[in-house]
Nanobody, 117 residues
Framework: QVQLVESGGGLVQTGGSLRLSCAAS????????MGWYRQRQAPGNQREWV?????????NYADSVKGRFTISRDNTKNTVYLQMDSLKPEDTATYYC?????????WGQGTQVTVSS
């Protein structure tokens, strides 16, 4: 079992920055990739992949956040970060951390990010 706890969400103005953190505990030895999804509030909106990083430094980003968001990982702390810069109102969503393991993926509870215009 792996537990994921996100932090760092909040309210920010357009153009501002936030850094999300996600700390893993439990069977962290089994974790391979870690990353983030987001889900906007409107009914019917599906969860949207944002970024992921492998156990090293190889990262991938959705086109909608490329150049503005940076994912990083501290394996000594079993923590993944999402630095979000130049935030836009359309980035408003609940952000979910996830990780893949040998057995199955795990999800955090989510942290709310609100970008005011």
């Amino acid at each position: 079992q792996v537990q994921l706890v996100e932090s760092g969400g909040g309210l920010v103005q357009t153009g501002g920055s936030l850094r999300l953190s996600c700390a893993a505990s439990g069977s962290t030895f089994s974790i391979s990739t870690m990353g983030w999804y987001r889900q906007r509030q409107a009914p019917g909106n599906q969860r949207e992949w944002v970024a992921f990083i492998n156990s090293g430094t190889n990262a991938n980003y959705a086109d909608s956040v490329k150049g503005r968001f940076t994912i990083s990982r501290d394996n000594t702390k079993n923590t993944v970060y999402l630095q979000m810069d130049s935030l836009k109102p359309e980035d408003t969503a609940t952000y979910y951390c996830y990780c893949n393991t040998y057995v199955k993926p795990y999800w955090g509870q989510g942290t709310q990010v609100t970008v005011s215009s």
